[in-house]
């Protein structure tokens, strides 16, 4: 075992090759530059996330403005309908109330010649 050789697989997906005379894996340089590498790594996750959670917020609120503005419009057509709607109803109230003169008339007018047979 005097001869011996390590490889070792990096994130990226490369091999790294290691034997006896290599310095040691885990030194205090090593260690110190992989805490900078992580915390800037994490600094701009932080940043990326940040940015992209400020994205989605914008979003949600294109979109709920967008909707808001859709209410409108349909508020907008309800208030058109309704228009109608009222005016059909006094359309139809009219015509109602003079076909229930008419009736009145009728009727009085057979109760008269009723009266005037019995005469």
């Not at 090759?17 to 701009?44: M, V």
């Not at 058109?80 to 359309?91: D, L, Q, T």
């Not at 109330?97 to 007018?109: G, Y």
């Amino acid at each position: 075992m005097e001869n011996y050789e390590i490889n070792i697989l990096k994130r990226n997906g490369n091999w790294k090759k290691y034997d006896q005379e290599a310095k040691p894996i885990h030194s205090k340089k090593n260690i110190n530059k992989k805490k900078t590498i992580l915390e800037t790594e994490n600094s701009s996750n932080e940043n990326i996330d940040f940015l992209k959670s400020m994205h989605q917020v914008s979003l949600i609120i294109d979109k709920l403005e967008d909707l808001e503005n859709q209410k409108t419009v349909l508020r907008t057509n309800l208030l058109e309908y309704e228009k109608i709607f009222v005016s059909k109803k006094n359309i139809s109230e009219q015509k109602l109330s003079q076909i229930s003169k008419e009736v009145e008339m009728i009727v009085k007018t057979i109760n008269v010649i009723k009266n005037l047979k019995e005469f």
